[in-house]
């Protein structure tokens, strides 16, 4: 059983947490693969999605996962919402947690919003992405996915390419990988990172070049220069030269090695045009897609075993 | 509030306040030699007669019942003359300080009754020791016009309690157009301040400071630069970076302050830097005194108690502006506090509604409320875990706070005001914010364990606070 | 205090399963269109060593999968576990015969979810039910077509089925608590 109620950071997961995790991912990819995806382990099960921030893969991703476990779903979202006319976060929280949910699924622009959320209602909850803090589904999900493409995950050598003052992606995957056993190297540059490092204990490097040909994982995170709410970074032609990937660049990889986004991909920003053109060739090496589909086994996971937490069970005996 | 006490617990008897009271078994810091030795403390209307030896209560009679107490297993009595003329406080060994002066306080009123009135924060005061405060302009509206001054001076003087209003500096702080310091100093500010803001246009800051001089009026700085503080909620450090909450960094007080030094050396103004919060600043603010240069500061209880680890799960009763800082900004702010170059502790008591800080860290109002805690908590980090010399210590929240504002502060000696504050120095209690008296329970320090507590508060000769 | 006593031994179990086998061929005159489905433990190696047997006997390859019903129980919320049991259904099971394959038959609710978890796997022409124990004390219509052994028992009795490829060896007891 895992340790923790809820699943809001990965820092709080053990290992045996984790590996218990990956166990029940690929269970529910097996489910995945077949004709008819659906089982009815949480029939009479009703999931409260919630984006306080907008999204659609993610909102979808569990969704679907929450479906195919046979639970019922409901959706809130802020746009819409009363949270327009003034209310409260905690009290929309708990005005739709009186309609008798068993589990919320919740994204909120806000840093540790998750964390404050939680500590107020008393059922289980998964951070589904909370401002700049932490994504764990992604992460576990891109865990499982280095997972199927290599033996073991001690030693890895990962990457994590691009914006990590801005990203939960990163923040999530840093620890996740390093508890693992991974070694982790960050390629980007002072503006694009917080000024106190110390938290991730990782190596830094300040250009792709310099770990394109010893990696084993590349993750490339999202940029957002549209999003940027002031632009320190000079330009994209700037961002190219020194950590987008390329045919070049890709050409020099390790034959094994496998690439990663958390998606959607802008294209000619982290990846260029032409390696995501040969995304089909190099199936084997391109994971974005595959990232995706694991997300839906990891969340039909957690959503399970989030349920079955406190509900020990020993073997079954005739 | 003294016949109220009385009455509260003798409710039987009409009694009025007494005109004299008598304080015995009283341990004076720097002047008895140890709390065996105690002193008595002679009152007569609100004027100290005698704090050196012993004062003979012969022929006065205390023929009510006593109220007793029980505090540090000694017994503390307070009972009242038969004919009512005075009344007798045996502190069984407590010590004594001057009433304490908090010069940098919120008080809402007037616009933001909900969260705190001028009436809820005197009592507030009180119950920390403190008998005179200064309160700052950011109340709605704001406070820069001689009319709100007088409101607020009407309003402590109905109390009986001293408060200093900062007027603003400029027009409802907008950053942009002095205010009338003349008329405002004519009718009753003790300060200029535009605290929770900074003016950014350092031209302006050069006319203000030009324009206090001429005035002789005292500036009291909040220290900012928006630029470094527009995207952040904490300090910038490692748990900014963990928890993904925008950091701000020392840089937005320091270059504000460098600035502010080298416009204060130019004009000759009186300026006050509030609660600084980094190592830097302490250090700049002690070069410029070294030249010479007339620039006082002062640090809150929090910036000194905690660092930024606290904030690991959150806690928006700890976000303030500026942040709490790092280790090393924490300890060289206890450095500058013990050293003289922070002259004075303020609270920045700042009230805020439940809803303004049950929310995201995000989303929650800078501010702890502090005038309950500014005693304790200080004094349980700085003479309990720091060593710090308990008469350097009563300077920091009481002499020298007072001095700044032009304060007339008390002292335990014959011919001074009888503004005293009677502590339990040994005391260890937990900080229940549940009790408190402020209108907003929003404190840094709640289910804190700290050590001192306030048994009493005497403003002029009467007993306005007391709880055995 | 419980006391234990050997049902089957290794040879009973041996016995029992060459007969099912041969039942199985005769009933369905050959292993045309038979598929062989375990049911999570215990019937997968026993589904495993009759399809053997049938191969052999036939001289053909016989399709085996093995199914895991956590998913499909009825009493999946108050006996939630973590699923890390594997479903591997290789073939399609439209309109085969399916054999499905348990240890003991008890209640009839874990039937009742194989079958539930078969018709999401596809719609196959017939199902027939293979155990190696019939406990009784059924609590739904649901009854054997090959059974090993019946065994009527109290409830305050357990039934033990040990197989070698999951206990390292091949016995089946009776325990009963005093």
């Known amino acids: 059983m895992l340790s923790v109620k809820n699943i809001i950071d990965t820092e709080n997961l053990t290992v045996a947490d984790v590996n218990l995790i990956m166990e029940n991912t690929a269970t529910f990819s097996e489910v995945l693969s077949r004709d008819f995806k659906k089982v009815p382990a949480l029939r009479g099960k009703t999931v409260l999605n919630m984006f306080f921030e907008s999204s659609t893969r993610t909102k979808n991703s569990f969704e679907i996962a929450a479906k195919r476990l046979g639970a019922d779903t409901v959706n809130f979202s802020a746009s819409g919402s009363s949270l327009n006319k003034g209310e409260s976060i905690i009290d929309t929280v708990k005005t739709l947690q009186s309609m008798i949910v068993d589990l919320a699924i919740i994204r909120h622009s806000d840093s540790g919003a998750i964390n404050y959320i939680s500590s107020k209602i008393n059922i289980p909850v998964i951070n589904a992405g909370d401002g700049k803090h932490q994504h764990p589904t992604q992460a576990l999900l891109d865990l499982f996915t280095i997972g199927e493409s290599f033996a073991e995950f001690k030693n890895l050598k990962v990457a994590i390419v691009g914006d990590i003052l801005n990203s939960r992606v990163a923040r999530s995957n840093i620890c996740l990988f390093k508890k693992m056993g991974m070694d982790v190297t960050l390629v980007s540059a002072p503006m694009l990172m917080p000024v106190n490092m110390d938290c991730f204990n990782v190596k830094i490097a300040s250009c792709i070049d310099d770990v394109i040909e010893e990696t084993d994982v590349l993750y490339m995170l999202r940029m957002q220069f549209e999003r940027q709410e002031k632009k320190y970074y000079p330009s994209i032609r700037e961002y190219n030269s020194f950590f987008s990937l390329d045919k070049k660049r890709f050409m020099k990889m390790k034959e094994k090695s496998i690439i990663m986004h958390p998606g959607p991909v802008n294209r000619g920003i982290e990846i260029s045009e032409e390696v995501m053109e040969n995304e089909d060739e190099f199936i084997e090496r391109i994971k974005i897609n595959r990232q995706v589909t694991n997300g839906l086994a990891v969340r039909m996971a957690l959503i399970y075993l989030l349920l079955a937490s406190d509900q020990l069970e020993k073997e079954y005996v005739h | 509030m003294f016949t109220e006490i009385i009455n509260k617990k003798f409710p039987a008897k009409d009694i009025k306040a007494p005109e004299s009271l008598i304080i015995k078994n009283i341990f004076i810091p720097g002047k008895t030699p140890n709390e065996d030795l105690a002193a008595d403390i002679l009152i007569e209307k609100g004027i100290i007669r005698s704090a050196e030896g ?20 000694k017994k503390h009595v307070l009972g009242i003359s038969s004919n009512g003329k005075a009344a007798i406080l045996n502190a069984g060994g407590l010590t004594c300080s001057a009433s304490f002066t908090d010069m940098h306080v919120h008080l809402r009123e007037p616009g933001d009754e909900e969260e705190e009135c001028i009436n809820s924060g005197i009592n507030a005061a009180l119950k920390g020791g403190i008998t005179a405060m200064c309160c700052m302009p950011n109340t709605k509206p704001v406070i820069d016009n001689d009319c709100l001054v007088s409101f607020i001076k009407m309003k402590a003087a109905k109390s009986d309690f001293n408060i200093y209003p900062a007027a603003a500096i400029t027009k409802g702080l907008n950053g942009l157009e002095i ?91 009186k300026v006050h830097i509030t609660h600084i919060s980094s190592k830097k600043s302490v250090e700049m603010i002690k070069s410029a005194r070294e030249a010479g240069i007339n620039i006082t500061c002062d640090v809150t209880p929090h910036h000194i108690f905690f660092n930024d680890s606290a904030l690991k799960n959150y806690n928006t009763n700890l976000k303030v502006n500026p942040p709490v800082r790092g280790p090393e900004d924490q300890e060289a702010l206890i450095a500058g506090l013990k050293s003289g170059v922070i002259d004075a502790i303020a609270s920045d008591h700042a009230p805020h509604l439940d809803s303004e800080k049950n929310t995201t860290f995000i989303k929650a109002a800078n501010g702890s409320t502090g005038l309950e805690t500014l005693f304790k908590a200080s004094y349980t980090k700085l003479c309990i875990e720091e060593n710090l010399n308990f008469l350097h210590f009563l300077k920091l929240i009481s002499t020298n706070p007072s001095r700044i504002i032009g304060h007339k502060a008390g002292q335990i000696s014959s011919g001074s005001n009888a503004d005293i504050a009677i502590l339990d120095t040994k005391k260890q209690e937990i900080f229940d914010v549940r009790n408190t008296y402020s209108k907003s329970s929003n404190s840094a320090f709640d289910g804190i364990k700290l050590y001192g507590k306030i048994i009493c508060t005497i403003k002029n000769g009467k007993i306005v606070f007391l709880d055995f | 205090m419980a006391d234990n006593f050997v049902l089957l031994n290794d040879k009973d179990i041996e016995r029992i399963i060459k007969r099912i086998s041969h039942e199985i061929i005769e009933r369905n005159r050959g292993s045309e269109n038979l598929v062989f489905i375990g049911i999570h433990k215990r019937g997968v190696p026993l589904a495993e060593r009759i399809a053997a047997n049938i191969a052999e006997m036939e001289n053909k390859v016989i399709k085996t999968g093995k199914l895991d019903i956590s998913f499909y129980r009825d009493d999946t919320i108050k006996r939630l576990k973590p699923a890390v049991a594997i479903t591997d259904i290789p073939f399609n099971i439209d309109n085969t015969n399916v054999i499905l394959v348990d240890d003991v038959l008890f209640t009839g609710r874990t039937i009742r979810s194989a079958l539930n978890a078969l018709m999401d796997f596809g719609r196959p022409g017939s199902i027939q039910l293979v155990v190696l124990i019939d406990r009784g004390h059924r609590e739904l219509p649901v009854r054997a077509d090959y059974v090993g052994k019946n065994i009527p028992t109290a409830l305050n009795e357990s039934i033990e089925v040990r197989l070698y490829e999951t206990d390292k060896k091949d016995m089946v007891t009776i325990n009963v608590k005093r």
Do not use: W
């Not at chain 2, 006065?60 to 297993?73: A, C, Q, V």
């Not at chain 2, 009338?180 to 950014?200: I, P, R, T, Y």
């Not at chain 2, 005035?215 to 900014?240: P, Q, R, T």
């Open chain 2, 179 to 269: 205010t009338d310091f003349g008329v405002l100093k004519n009718a009753g500010a003790a300060a200029f301040s535009d605290d929770g803001k900074c003016v950014q246009d350092s031209k302006l800051m050069y006319e203000i400071m030009r324009y206090a001089k001429y005035h002789e009026a005292l500036l009291i700085l909040h220290e900012e630069d928006y630029s470094f503080s527009a995207e952040g909620a904490m300090h910038e450090g490692y748990y900014s970076t963990k928890l993904g909450i925008g950091g701000i960094s020392p840089l937005s007080e320091e270059i504000i302050i460098a600035r502010d030094i080298m416009l204060a050396e130019k004009t000759g103004a």
């Open chain 2, 54 to 73: 012993i004062v003979d209560t012969c022929g006065i009679e205390f023929d009510y019942p006593l109220y007793p107490g029980i505090n540090s297993e």
